[in-house]
């Protein structure tokens, strides 16, 4: 039985995007999770609620601070008080860059800069990662829940021979986050942090990283780039949103990275082939712990992917990695997935194909 954490903090953040040269309501909204709880709980499906407490924030910002920035934590905790003290915002309105950092490093401070306009577009690599009042609970909250899974899969593997899977409704995602920027709605890399608090249980353990978002994940693949003991597999959708990274022939000093970029338009045919080659590459590696990256973006419907996958195919895919991963205990962490009417179905259909 997969075990499925909430948490309805993780529901207040709520901000705004520039998508198709529009300024519009993000699609990455506080409904898509709320479509995804009805449908769980109307299946009878426990949900194991969390909340934060004082002393988790603590421990989420020290665990964070292994994979980003210390001043990058600080800049999305103030960011938008202090744009308010300076009279540059609303109570309810929303941060977003309008300037990025240059990549001119051979003559240019590296220093965070002062102005908070500059400091907005230096620590953001897109405008789809608006901060609003309430941002930063949500994205502790999320961050939380990621660490709670990552404790609750040690527990069990070290309680029950039998691992078992735990699914975390994580929002904001975390995938395309590097330690440094926030972008494609995800401003903490929540699996980063569920690694690292496996590491603290099981310090040598080895990890397998599974995005099956329909975007690329930049932040995964940069924050685990040079690390011998993660291998990270992607299959995303080619030269789509973020655009500059993804290609197959990005693999890493040490070949632990692998892309398996699809055209659009791609059928379910193709993705298998992919999703087959991934599960080789995982199989080899010898993992102790797999993680997935799980983006419903991949559906036919969705507004930001283009893949020909249907929701029967869930079923299909989550049993295929079921079949190869046998008796490794799993994570998996919530991405994106943009189609609230089909959002809880697409889960409900992968739970099954899991759980077989
Ligand atoms: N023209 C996730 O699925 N905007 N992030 C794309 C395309 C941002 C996607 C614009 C898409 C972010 C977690
Ligand atoms: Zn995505």
Redesign the pocket.
């Known amino acids: 039985m997969i075990q499925i954490l909430h948490d309805e903090t993780t529901l207040l953040h709520k901000t705004i995007?520039l998508?198709?040269s529009k300024l519009r309501p993000a699609?990455?909204s506080p409904e898509r999770v709320r479509a995804i709880v009805a449908s769980l709980k109307a299946a009878g499906r426990e949900i194991c609620m969390q909340s934060v407490t004082d002393e988790q924030v603590q421990s989420v910002m020290e665990i964070a601070k292994i994979t980003h920035g210390e001043e990058y934590i600080d800049h999305l905790r103030n960011t938008h008080s202090d744009w308010l003290a300076a009279g540059l915002i609303e109570q309810h309105k929303s941060v977003l860059p309008e300037c990025f950092r240059l990549h001119n490093q051979a003559y240019s401070s590296l220093a965070p800069p002062k102005d908070l306009f500059a400091r907005a577009g230096y620590y953001a690599f897109?405008m789809?990662s608006g901060i609003m009042k309430d941002s930063w609970q949500s994205i502790i909250a999320s961050a939380n829940l990621a660490i709670q899974a990552a404790s609750m899969i040690c527990e069990n593997t070290t309680t029950s021979r039998s691992a078992r899977t735990v699914l975390a409704l994580t929002r904001?995602?975390?995938?395309?986050c590097t330690g440094h920027q926030a972008?494609?709605?995800?401003y903490i890399n929540n699996i980063a942090l569920s690694v690292t608090r496996i590491r603290t249980m099981n310090p040598s353990a080895r990890f397998a990283i599974l995005d099956l978002?329909?975007?690329h994940g930049n932040g995964t693949q940069e924050i685990f780039w040079s690390d011998t003991s993660v291998l990270y597999v992607s299959i995303h959708g080619q030269d789509?949103?973020?655009y500059y990274t993804g290609h197959a022939s990005e693999v890493g000093p040490h070949n632990t990275i692998l892309n398996l970029p699809l055209p659009a338009r791609s059928t379910f045919a193709a993705y298998q082939t992919h999703l087959k080659t991934a599960l080789g590459a995982i199989q080899t590696f010898k993992a102790d712990y797999l993680l997935i990256s799980l983006?419903f973006?991949t559906f036919r419907l969705d507004p930001?992917g283009s893949f020909q996958i249907d929701t029967g195919d869930y079923t299909t895919i989550a049993s295929t990695i079921q079949q190869c991963i046998q008796g490794v205990p799993a994570l998996i962490l919530l991405?994106?997935?943009?189609v609230l009417e089909r959002l809880g179905e697409n889960m409900l259909a992968f739970i099954k194909g899991w759980e077989g």
């Open positions: 995007e998508l198709g699609l990455e897109d789809s904001p995602p975390g995938h395309h972008g494609g709605y995800c978002d329909f975007h789509e949103f973020p983006g973006d930001l991405e994106g997935g943009y």
